[in-house]
């Protein structure tokens, strides 16, 4: 165990120095984050008119939006790492680690995690400036996010799986981030009968649903649907975690790690 706690903080180390050498990079994703929410919040208004009232609605967009901006840097994360070490001819090197491929960069994207929170914190602070949104902030809401981060760490590693075998996937990871803006963004928990049951088995879409309900609805949490939710993070990281192992062995074994 303390191994992999030094090779945390090693890795949060160096996303700490990556991070301040580049300030530009992180002040210009807040700024066109916000930018782009508040062209559609802006956008919504004048369509609607003077007199609209979003009232909860404008909120639990709200949820969803910063929730797609924190998924989006857990997933793209180990894919773009992985693109960027074959790209510098470092992978195989980072792969003679005496830790497994899965525990490094699982290592490295918690630790690139802890600043990319900071960004998000700052980006709904923005929001809720702008928009004059008004969210709860309970304790309650921690379980939630934790099944939302265990789904998009599983999600990132079935990319990094990707990027392994297949190299360039620029493209696909600008299609996941549609998909993943539907996961979080849409009411699943509000669907009728068994879509709503469906709805909720997809990656992520229980645990947005819980935080809606507890940021917005200011309802407790349904403990059928918590243990779904975390269930379901459950399945999809290690389904990922599963699917990452397997590329590693096949680009060893077909000698593509170097390769871009």
């Known amino acids: 165990m303390m191994p992999v706690i030094h090779l945390f903080w090693a890795e949060l180390k160096r996303a700490w120095i990556q991070y301040i050498r580049y300030p530009a990079e992180a002040l210009g994703g807040i700024l066109i984050t916000t930018f782009f929410f508040y062209a559609l919040f802006a956008g919504a208004q ?4 003077p007199a609209s009232q979003f009232g909860k609605r404008l909120d639990a967009v709200v949820i969803g939006y910063v929730l797609w901006t924190l998924v989006i840097f857990v997933v793209n994360d180990i894919a773009l790492n992985l693109q ?3 790209q510098t001819g470092t992978l195989e090197q980072v792969l003679l680690s005496p830790f497994s491929a899965a525990t490094l ?19 709904l602070g923005v929001i809720l400036l702008l928009t004059g949104s008004r969210l709860r902030f309970p304790p309650a809401l921690v379980l939630p996010l934790v099944s939302v981060v265990l789904g998009a760490y599983g999600f990132s590693f079935l990319l990094g799986s990707a990027a392994l075998i297949w190299k360039r996937i620029q493209q696909l990871l600008i299609i996941s981030q549609f998909g993943l803006l539907f996961l979080l963004a849409a009411p699943t928990e509000e669907w009728p009968g068994s879509l709503r049951w469906l709805g909720q088995s997809l990656p992520m879409t229980a645990g947005a649903g819980l935080l809606r309900d507890v940021m917005v609805r200011e309802v407790g949490l349904d403990p059928v649907r918590l243990i779904m939710a975390l269930a379901s993070g459950i399945f999809y ?24």
């Open 46 to 49: 004048y369509v609607a008119g």
């Open 84 to 86: 960027v070490e074959a």
């Open 105 to 123: 960069f699982l290592a490295r994207a918690c630790a690139s995690l802890v600043l990319r929170f900071s960004i998000v914190v700052v980006i």
């Open 237 to 260: 990281f290690g389904l990922g975690l599963l699917a990452f192992r397997r590329a590693v062995r096949a680009a060893k074994r077909r000698g593509i790690l170097g390769s871009q």
